[in-house]
């Protein structure tokens, strides 16, 4: 009998699961909540944070996580000071994603800082809106917190939306984009609720396939602002930089030399007329620490003979230029490390 007994833990947990259930409901929001919004100034509340934090903390704190961007980041945040949506173009890998993230942590105009919607092509209207969910509605009434379902555009009301990839967003998800920013309202079957946020959004540039046109009207409504590739110097330290961090907990570190070949290698391969979207920052950074921690799993020293291969067995898909084929962007890249080799070796006996 005592196995059906549950025990006071038992009980205990299961009471604090239905409180916490209950709690959790009380804190979704009911249609009847939304339909009562009041408007929020956004951009009232971005000027209010910059002004009490001061652009020197925001910057300094920038600093700690994106080296090279404090221009871009005072682009950014004297449009979004007045409203303005903003959309960071660059090519893979150069920070946009993590510059949008920081800048809206760092602002922190509410909690949580932002929503953030990692757009991709089969996105659907109601997915960025929220729908009812009429079953629910039919039993509980309308409503009841479980009724509406909203969707991260009415989420963001007061805060900053973040729009990851937005050239991803097929025509009708942008449309219902479109609709919220021109209009401050979110439509959902017929009940119309208020929502103010400002966007940060970002995208790839056109050249890379796979991705849809941003409407012109959609484009119309951001300021466009582009981070482009690091100079060699920065480059070469946020390698650094981010390539040991990642190697602190095995006690390892990158060897000069090798930051020194991938730093040549991407210069060079950014400069090359040939290639039209180059490497991303990222996939070096991890070829780099990579290479490092076969070497320590191996218990031997570096070998720039895996940093080439980790090197190269990423860019291949990620690089696109002027090749016939997939082998022969290979072969290049692979001509193209050696002539870095050469170039760093110089470099360093100096
Ligand atoms: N300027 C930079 N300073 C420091 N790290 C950078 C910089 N640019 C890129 N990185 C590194 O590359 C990673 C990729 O950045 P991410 O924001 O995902 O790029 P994107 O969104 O442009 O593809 C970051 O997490 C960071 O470690
Ligand atoms: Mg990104």
Known sequence: MVGFRKTSDQVRTSQVRESTSDKLLENLPRLSDLLKREPIQ??????EAIRTKGIRNILS??????????????????????GRHV????????????????????????????????????????ELTGDIDIAVALQAGLDHPLAFIPGPLVMAHGKILILDEINRLNPYSQAALLQALQEHYVFIR?????????????SNPAEYSGVYELSEALADRMKVIEINYPDRDVLRSILEWKSNSLLEHLGTKVPDFMVEIVTTYLMLLV????????????????????????????????????????????????????????????????????????????????
């Not at 956004?42 to 000027?47: D, G, N, Q, R």
């Not at 119309?192 to 970002?202: K, Q």
Request: aromatic share 6%.
């Open 42 to 47: 956004v951009e009232k509340l971005i000027a």
């Open 190 to 202: 017929g009940f119309r609720i208020r929502s103010d946020f400002i966007v940060i959004a970002t």
């Open 271 to 350: 400069q090359d007329a040939n290639i039209e979207v180059g490497p991303s920052i990222r996939s070096a950074i991890y070829a780099l620490a990579n290479a490092m921690s076969r070497a320590w799993i191996e218990g031997r020293e570096a070998s720039i003979e895996h940093l080439k291969r980790s090197l190269i067995e990423n860019m291949v898909s990620t690089v696109r230029g002027n090749f016939s084929s997939e082998q022969e962007k290979k072969d290049y890249l692979l001509k193209k490390f050696d002539e870095a080799l050469l170039i760093a070796k110089k470099m360093f006996k100096k």
């Open 87 to 126: 959309l960071i173009m660059g090519p893979v890998g150069v920070g946009k994603t993590t510059l949008a993230e920081t800048i809206a942590d760092i602002l922190a105009i509410s909690d949580p800082p932002y929503i953030e919607v990692a757009c991709h092509s089969h996105m659907t209207a109601t």
């Open 61 to 82: 704190e920038l600093d700690k996580v994106l080296r090279g961007l404090g221009d871009v980041a005072l682009d950014l945040l004297s449009s979004l000071a007045i």
